[in-house]
């Protein structure tokens, strides 16, 4: 069966520090991945996501940064945090087919708080 | 920005009774949509998903109906137990992309 992993699943992280938040899945090639920050109190906002090795779409402009060095790792890094980078951050996996009917699987996430 | 939304923030069930959670979503082009709950500290847990071809569909405890003349998702959880207590997210798909709205605390009172 597939399986996710996440990790730190948590940190505490001083301003302009640098991140690395790291995610690999097993069991499955190939497949899609994303992450994903969710806020306090609020939804599941989409930062990045990958159809492949290499490939990376960001969603929305940040000091954020994504890379696929592996076919089933995804780490998300920042060179110099920012407070408003706390929150709740998952990666997420579906299969390489991705398209409808194809549920996304999340990870356990980890938490950031940027002090 | 977020393209789906729930109607109402937090729901109050009695232990026993049926939930109705509701969701209201805007892109007509998404061909699929999902049922989570995340539970505190934890990540999205998978309910129960529905293809835009379907208008119902069920699994243990669980329902979900799908209206897509008036763009309207809803969760329906039978016999609502304590363990039923999180947070209910909708989401809708098309191509890679998951729009979640901002998710229901169901809280469940015994």
């Known amino acids: 069966s597939q399986t996710i992993h996440q990790w730190p699943a948590t940190l505490v992280q001083p301003v302009g520090s640098p991140l690395s938040l790291e995610c690999t899945v097993e069991g499955t090639s190939n497949p899609n991945l994303y992450w994903y920050r969710q806020a306090a109190g609020r939804g599941l906002q989409l930062l990045f996501y990958?159809?492949?090795?290499?490939?990376i779409s960001s969603e929305v402009p940040q000091n954020l940064s994504a890379s696929r060095p592996q076919d089933r790792q995804f780490i998300l890094s920042s060179k110099k945090l920012l407070l408003s980078d706390s929150g709740f951050y998952l990666c997420?996996?579906?299969?390489?087919?991705?398209?409808?009917?194809?549920?996304?699987?999340f990870g356990e996430g980890s938490w950031l708080t940027v002090v | 920005g977020e393209s789906v939304g729930l109607h109402l923030p937090t729901l109050s069930v009695q232990e026993g009774d049926n939930s109705i959670i509701n969701c209201a979503y805007s892109n007509s082009a998404s061909d699929y949509f999902i049922w989570y709950k995340q539970e505190s500290g934890k990540g999205p847990q998978f309910i129960i998903d529905i293809r835009s071809n379907m208008d119902k569909r069920q699994g243990q405890r669980v329902t979900v109906l799908l209206n897509k003349t008036v763009k309207h998702l809803s969760l329906q959880i039978a016999a609502t137990q304590p363990g039923d207590s999180a947070v209910y997210f909708c989401?809708?798909?098309?191509?890679?992309?998951?729009?979640f709205g901002a998710g229901t605390t169901v809280t469940v009172r015994a």
């Open positions: 990958s159809v492949g090795i290499g490939q």
């Open positions: 989401a809708e798909r098309k191509d890679y992309k998951l729009s």
């Open positions: 997420a996996w579906t299969s390489p087919e991705g398209m409808s009917g194809n549920t996304i699987y």
